[in-house]
């Protein structure tokens, strides 16, 4: 069974840094993009980042760019969002998501981001 | 980038209903199309993709049309474990954008 952990969300101020986490499982991590999604509070679905299987092509939105970073260890079959200079717009849920060719077929349960003083 | 506007926003339906919605992208995307149903606080399920295939598991009442720049899901028969939030996710060279949303309520 495929599973999906996130973990590393919490309150951070404005301008501050966190790195998120997702522990995947139940599948070949190494074979597949992954991506992560965001969702701020009462609103829809944003995708935020992809990251190929060779952890090299990286793929974001306009608004983290030069912000963000996505990564992945194969090894320990885990990928990471190393967020800097957050701002409050970057409050959410973010979602850990493999991609299953151009669509994500399988999501975690999400960790909540608070950015706010 | 690519837009993709949803309609209806909210959709009051009962069950037993045919209810549709449609995705509509602001240039062609071929049939890079997803469909995913969210329940409130649980993860986003994917339900259609390539814009008319079947994710393994999904009942037989969804189903997806469409390609270049307009799209349906279609229920054919609304149960009540259907009403939630459906999403639209088009998918093109490298990045990806979803719809605002529809939710579909009693």
């Known amino acids: 069974e495929v599973q999906l952990v996130e973990s590393g969300g919490g309150l951070v101020q404005p301008g501050g840094s966190l790195r998120l986490s997702c522990a995947a499982s139940?599948?070949?991590?190494?074979?597949?993009?992954m991506s992560w999604v965001r969702q701020a509070p009462g609103k829809g679905l944003e995708w935020v980042a992809n990251i190929k299987q060779d952890g090299i092509e990286k793929y974001y939105v306009d608004s983290v760019k030069g912000r963000f970073t996505i990564s992945r260890d194969n090894a320990k079959n885990s990928l990471y969002l190393q967020m800097n200079s957050l701002r409050a717009d970057d409050t959410a849920v973010y979602y850990c998501?493999?991609?299953?060719?151009?669509?994500?077929?399988?999501w975690g349960q999400g960790t909540l981001v608070t950015v706010s003083s | 980038d690519i837009q993709m506007t949803q309609s209806p926003s909210t959709l009051s339906a009962s069950v037993g209903d045919r209810v549709s919605i449609t995705c509509r992208a602001s240039q062609s995307i071929s049939s890079w199309l997803a469909w995913y149903q969210q329940k409130p606080g649980k993860a986003p399920k994917l339900l259609i993709y390539k814009a008319s295939s079947l994710e393994s598991g999904v009942p037989s009442r969804f189903s997806g049309s469409g390609s270049g720049t307009e799209f349906t899901l279609t229920i054919s028969s609304l149960q009540p474990d259907d009403f939630a939030t459906y999403y639209c996710?088009?998918?093109?060279?490298?990045?990806?954008?979803f719809g605002q949303g529809t939710k579909v309520e009693i």
């Open positions: 998501a493999r991609r299953g060719g151009s669509y994500h077929d399988s």
């Open positions: 996710q088009q998918y093109n060279s490298y990045s990806e954008t």
């Open positions: 139940g599948f070949t991590f190494s074979s597949y993009w």
